[in-house]
């Protein structure tokens, strides 16, 4: 079977301090934070009952912070990591500064934080990204750091 070959970055190619601006916006329809809502469990009113949301601090509904966090990795997956991660190792620092609401159209950028080369996993780095996301108003709406697993770049094997 032929594989394509992976489209993100390999762990050489991942400097701290590089910024990567997402291609892909979205703008957050109601169906998206429905389905996402009815996917993971999720009954809270906040993102499903408008008039319950009316009367909070918000006073309308407001996007699942889930799905704000998922939406806002997922869009530089193509650019960073399609291929060439073997898993994110976890999430540090996750913050919401404003609400995403039904509507908005988010961007998202990722920095590279910092990188250094697996101890336990010859053929592998571990790099600290920190993506944020930012609605149509330039507005931080999420910020997350995370550490993923990278592959290094094959070595060419000599004839």
Not at 14 to 42: Q, S, W
Not at 67 to 80: D, M, R
Not at 83 to 99: A, I, Q
Not at 125 to 150: C, K, P, S
Request: net charge neutral.
């Amino acid at each position: 079977m032929i594989h394509p070959p992976p489209q993100g970055k390999y762990f050489e190619e991942l400097t701290p301090g590089d910024i990567f601006r997402h291609a892909i916006t979205r703008t957050v329809t109601d169906a998206d934070n429905m389905l996402f809502c009815a996917l993971t469990h999720n009954p809270q009113p906040l993102h499903l009952d408008e008039e319950f949301a009316r009367g909070t601090m918000f006073g309308s509904r407001i996007v699942n912070s889930i799905y704000t966090l998922g939406l806002i990795v997922g869009v530089g997956v193509n650019e960073l990591t399609l291929g060439t991660t073997l898993g994110n190792l976890g999430f540090g620092e996750v913050t919401f500064p404003k609400p995403v609401r039904i509507g908005d159209t988010l961007r998202a950028e990722t920095e590279v934080i910092s990188r250094r080369e697996s101890k336990s996993r010859p053929g592998t780095g571990i790099v600290e990204f920190e993506t944020r996301g930012y609605n149509q108003h330039d507005e931080l709406v999420a910020r997350a750091r995370r550490q993923a697993l990278m592959r290094c770049r094959p070595r060419e094997v000599d004839p």
